[in-house]
């Protein structure tokens, strides 16, 4: 089918509008937020309601077309191409909290940011990760390992109910209770080869206040600063991680730490007093070179990361490890800071993990528990050549690290595009694949949902 070939007949189904490629928002409405990634679509459809997102399913699946799902453009898969539409959420952002229940019912396409600011209304808090700005559908559905992990568990252990356009169109409520294969499927996978999440449910939790932030130490004291961090026992009530950054010479980075590198502590404690005498003893053990730890109400969260709002090329891999063996910090350093020239990777953190983190949740398919660390690594595209460097790093990385990964060292949430798709063979084991894969057969027998795991 030729990409302008989308009958006007569709528009008048829809409360929100189609965009073609001849339409000079276009590349607007088919942007990623990671704009490495490019959607070339048949058509976008701009969605409002529920009820535009069933007319989108549906008309698909009268032209055999695919439906592509885009929340808020974090977290590409197969990027939607010619033979399909793709469907975006973000107009779907409305924010529900019950306090007396605490839950917040949330849009398809809402983000963090609005969930936090309303719970904290209540003095409680989702399981929000470290950007707010990232869509709270498609994090929890991967997983979403957050600052509050090791006390609160995992997002998607937080999801009460789902309420989802399948393949066919029809609506359905997914929870433990209902249509539970659906929900176990859902929470786990992504989510977006079994249908449209309209709407979301989470438990939220009593979190007002943490001692939260970041000690940066100078890039050369990467070594002790990694031993130390590997022999830090601050129970579950911490989430802490060990980072190594190249901030680059960017005018969006603050002047006094432009283009220099650093090995960070960087962390949360749900209990600010306790939290407090950790940090104090790092101090008292070297001093740092900047201190941005602090008692923050929770409702800045993204200050603890600082991770960036707008858009840019990036690439993004990360698996469970087992364990921290003695390469890893040299593993991470010499992937930021290794080589001749200054390396795209702009940093290197691993975070721990266990805690409610590990803890078993038959009702989802997420089974990729049993890392006691999660090591990440960011890139930026933005030299020629950038993204064939960074997948020689990565590779030889993992490599290095064979014997330090998880049994399951896959998470989705970490990667994306053919990485992400890797990284779901990793994620689980055959047993769920295969349940998985029975349950994509039952609920989208035609294969609508293409463009996820």
């Known amino acids: 089918m030729s990409i302008t070939s989308i009958p006007r007949a569709l528009d008048d189904r829809l409360t929100g509008r189609v965009v073609r490629p001849r339409d000079p928002d276009y590349p607007q409405a088919a942007a990623a937020w990671n704009v490495a990634w490019t959607h070339r679509p048949a058509a976008v459809v701009v969605a409002t309601d529920g009820d535009d997102v069933v007319a989108a399913v549906r008309h698909a699946g009268e032209a055999g077309l695919g ?22 959420l973000q107009h779907m952002d409305h924010v529900r ?21 309303e719970a904290q209304r209540h003095g409680l808090a989702p399981l929000v990760g470290s950007a707010p700005h990232v869509g709270a559908v498609g994090y929890s559905l991967g997983g979403g390992f957050g600052w509050l992990a090791r006390r609160y568990g995992l997002a998607v252990d937080s999801i009460r109910s789902l309420r989802v356009v399948l393949a066919d169109g029809s609506v359905v409520t997914a929870s433990a209770q209902e249509n539970p294969e659906l929900f176990w499927g859902m929470c786990g996978s992504g989510g977006s080869s079994l249908g449209v999440v309209a709407e979301m449910t989470v438990e939220l939790f009593p979190v007002r206040e943490v001692y939260a932030g970041s000690l940066l130490y ?55 007093a306790a939290g407090q005498r950790l940090v104090d003893e790092w101090r008292a053990w070297r001093a740092p070179a900047l201190d941005m730890f602090g008692v923050l109400p929770f409702a800045r969260a993204g200050e603890i990361s600082q991770d960036p709002v707008d858009p840019l090329p990036t690439a993004t891999n990360g698996r469970w490890l087992a364990r921290l063996g003695d390469g890893v910090g040299g593993a991470m350093r010499d992937a930021v ?17 266990g805690g409610a983190a590990a803890r078993p949740n038959p009702a989802v398919s997420f089974e990729a528990r049993d890392g006691q660390y999660a090591l990440e690594m960011v890139s930026l595209l ?22 330090d990964l998880a049994p399951l060292p896959g998470y989705l949430n970490f990667a994306e595009g053919q990485d992400r798709v890797a990284s779901a063979a990793l994620a689980f084991t055959p047993a769920t694949r295969e349940r998985l894969a029975t349950l994509k057969r039952s609920v989208d027998p035609g294969g609508v949902f293409r463009h996820g795991i």
């Open 67 to 88: 439906v592509a799902v885009q929340s808020t453009g974090h977290g590409v898969t197969v990027p939607a191409d010619e033979n399909s539409i793709l469907v975006t």
């Open 337 to 353: 800071l290794g080589g001749e020239g200054p390396s795209p990777v702009l940093f290197a953190e691993t975070r721990q993990a």
């Open 382 to 403: 933005v030299a020629r050549g950038a993204d064939l460097v960074v997948e020689d790093i990565y590779r030889r990385t993992w490599d290095r690290l064979a014997d």
């Open 97 to 117: 909290v019950d306090p007396g229940t605490r839950t917040a019912t949330v849009g398809g396409g809402v983000r963090w940011a609005p969930v936090l600011a």
């Open 218 to 272: 100078p890039a050369e004291a990467a070594t002790e600063v990694f031993e130390r961090f590997r022999e830090m026992d601050a129970g579950e009530d911490f989430t802490g991680a060990f980072n190594i950054t190249a901030l680059p010479p960017l005018e969006m980075v603050p002047e006094p730490i432009r283009g220099r590198a650093f090995a960070m502590l960087r962390g949360c404690h749900v209990d600010a």
